[in-house]
């Protein structure tokens, strides 16, 4: 976790360890599809992923589901929720695979930690960089959905993973039923356009990889 969350760049691992065993942490294991978070909860602990992947999943009052982000090792979640006012998870965290997930109290943040100043200066340095990264991830998940056609919001979805990967045959993070959601689309619907582009030789597909032939930067 120490070299894969940026949360914690440029601390040691020996002083990382020392600065968590002061916070507090926490770690749990969950199994895959057991809720780590439920909308509406109350939290004041950021999470952060040490193995396996969690999907952040929006339940509307109608209880449509809505796929929100999908996290991986090192990444962290309920940051923004412990420091609210109201401190309640606007979105359901639910493990997608097995995983182990370190909880740890947003309030060591903000306290007087001594001999740990400098780390705790890291931390909100580090935090501040996430953020960022965040708001870019959710431009370009609103870049998808706002596709005038399906086609279109799989190509630009296509495209940005296969600009990730860096290379032709590239892997998507999700299943067809999490593609559909991400997309805001039936899954049949997916379905059917994926065929229909490889059908046309727009795309080649198994599983989750792909390999797309019409490629925009």
């Known amino acids: 976790m120490t070299n894969s969350c940026k949360l914690f760049d440029g601390i040691s691992p020996e002083k990382l360890s020392y600065l968590l065993s002061a916070l507090n942490v926490v770690e749990r294991t969950y199994t895959k599809g057991q809720i780590i978070l439920t ?5 004041r602990s950021l999470g952060v992923i040490k193995s ?17 982000a999908h996290l991986t090792v090192g990444q962290i979640f309920a ?23 370190v909880f740890i109290p947003m309030g060591g ?20 960089g996430i953020y960022a990264e965040q708001y870019f991830e959710l431009k370009e998940r609103i870049f998808c959905i706002t596709a005038p056609t ?5 190509i630009r ?20 039923e999490r593609m559909a959601i991400y997309l805001n689309a ?17 795309i080649d597909c198994r599983g989750k990889k792909f390999i797309l032939k019409i490629y925009r930067e």
Do not use: W
């Open 157 to 176: 979805f296509l495209s940005m993973q296969k600009k990730k990967a860096k290379t032709e045959i590239f892997e998507v993070p999700f299943n067809r």
């Open 39 to 43: 909308q509406g909860e109350k939290t």
């Open 79 to 101: 940051d923004f929720i412990a420091v609210s006012k109201t401190q309640e998870s606007p979105v359901t965290l639910v493990a997608n695979t097995d995983c182990e997930v």
């Open 52 to 68: 396996g992947s969690v999907d952040a999943v929006h339940y509307s009052d109608a209880g449509n589901e809505s796929l929100i």
């Open 150 to 154: 399906l086609r279109e919001k799989i």
């Open 109 to 128: 943040f903000f306290g007087e930690l001594k001999g740990f100043e400098n780390e705790i200066h890291l931390l909100m340095t580090n935090l501040a």
């Open 186 to 202: 039936e899954r049949s619907a997916l379905s059917r356009e994926l065929m229909r582009m490889k059908n046309d030789g727009v």
